[in-house]
Every structure is written in C-alpha cells, then in structure tokens.
C-alpha cells in the first residue's frame, strides 16, 4: 500500500488544520490507522491511532482535547483534525497502516508508512 499525508502547512499558532492520509494499492478499511509526527533533530514519535472500524481511538497526552483522528473507509482516507496548534506541534506528519488485517487492537504493528506533510507552526 502506498500512503499519502497532505493538508501541511505554515499556521499561527491557535490555528487550526485538518491532515488527509489517503492511499493506493489496498484498501484501509480492515487496517488500524495511525498518524506520527518527527520534528528535527527529534525521534519520530506517536500522534494517534484509531481502529479499522473507527469505534476506538488513541492519542499520545501532548496532543490530547486537541488533535481528533477519524476515517471515512468509503474514501479510504484517514483525518486528523488539529486545533489549537501550538509551536511545539511543528513536524513532518505521518500516517501509517498496520500490518495485519483487522489486528489485535490496541496492539498495532504499523509497517506501512506514508510521505509526510510538513506542519509549521509559529508563535
């Protein structure tokens, strides 16, 4: 499968942006989702992550009550809205797919990575 984020840009901070993950080559509905984010210099870390039927969601405590993850399977894309951005949100964002159809949630194995959008974000 090939993933595809977009929906980056340059905001102030309090601004808000929606990232779109679509894809190519599978479909994404029987596949837990997940977006990460690698700022410079910094590891890639967790963002969030929603199960393939979208019932069940997780996100990392610095982006929690602000950043929502969702999925429209009919569109084989995956959102994450975020609000209040802040500076520190500033990154390359990534979506990723889980390796194994359905899964064992929340015990994701993501394997599949897309290219990121650059989210910038000044005070």
């Known amino acids: 499968v090939q993933l595809q984020a977009s929906g980056g840009g340059l905001v102030q901070a309090g601004d808000s942006l929606r990232l779109s993950c679509t894809a190519s080559?599978?479909?994404?509905?029987?596949?837990?989702m997940g977006w990460f984010r690698q700022a410079p210099q910094n590891e890639r870390e967790f963002v969030a992550k929603?199960?393939?039927?979208?019932?069940?969601?997780s996100y990392a405590d610095s982006i929690k009550g602000r950043f929502t993850i969702s999925r429209d399977n009919a569109k084989n894309t995956v959102y994450l809205q975020m609000n209040s951005l802040k500076p520190e949100d500033t990154a390359v964002y990534y979506c990723?797919?889980?390796?194994?159809?359905?899964?064992?949630?929340?015990?994701?194995?993501?394997?599949?990575w897309g290219r990121g959008t650059q989210v910038t974000v000044s005070s």
């Open positions: 990723a797919a889980d390796s194994r159809r359905y899964g064992v949630w929340p015990n994701t194995q993501f394997s599949s």
């Open positions: 080559g599978r479909t994404l509905t029987y596949y837990a």
């Open positions: 929603i199960k393939w039927s979208g019932g069940l969601t």
